[in-house]
């Protein structure tokens, strides 16, 4: 069983930045895949950025070249870094982690870009 905590949300006005941190319980962290995920009101969970255990991204054409997703193996802890920040990237994101068939997903945390 793997737990997920997220933080770092928050309301910041457009152009802005945050840093989204999930830290993970366990001692395999280096061998899940560590995803975050956003769902807006009225709209479907969307992937927007995954890390493999070996570092390797990938991100949803609507973030590219604004978010950065890393992880720090020996904090068994992953980050997104938003950088220039739209409206439309107002959702509550979660952050997943996933191995083989197993799977499991954090609480959320709330990311509201307004002015």
């Known amino acids: 069983q793997v737990q997920l905590v997220e933080s770092g949300g928050g309301l910041v006005q457009p152009g802005g930045s945050l840093r989204l941190s999930c830290a993970a319980s366990g001692s395999i962290f280096r061998l899940y895949a560590m995803g975050w995920y956003r769902q807006a009101p009225g709209k479907q969970r969307e992937v927007v950025a995954v890390i493999g255990g070996g570092g390797s991204t990938n991100y949803a054409d609507s973030v590219k070249g604004r978010f950065t997703i890393s992880r720090d193996n020996a904090k068994n802890t992953v980050y997104l870094q938003m950088n220039s920040l739209k409206p439309e990237d107002t959702a509550v994101y979660y952050c997943?982690?996933?191995?083989?068939?197993?799977?499991?997903w954090g609480q959320g945390t709330q990311v509201t870009v307004s002015s």
């Open positions: 997943n982690a996933a191995i083989g068939p197993r799977d499991y």
